[in-house]
């Protein structure tokens, strides 16, 4: 099982969760996350699964 946190470049990336078996199919959440604002690094495990780490930087804080 891949580590839940990893850190990368001194940020905090969370793994979404996902095994994905090749680069195909990672590239291809890689582009839905990013279009969703996220920063994304994609990385192998030892079984050679493509994982991806996630991170999405707040910008703005809504009180109410």
Do not use: S
């Not at 199919?25 to 996630?54: H, I, P, S, W």
């Amino acid at each position: 099982m891949a580590e839940q946190a990893r850190l990368i470049d001194g940020k905090k990336f969370m793994w979404d969760g996902e095994e994905y078996e090749g680069e195909k199919e990672a590239k291809a959440a890689q582009k839905q996350y990013e279009e969703n604002g996220f920063e994304v690094e994609m990385c192998r495990d030892d079984d050679g699964k493509v994982l991806l780490y996630t991170r999405r930087v707040v910008t703005e804080i809504v009180l109410e």
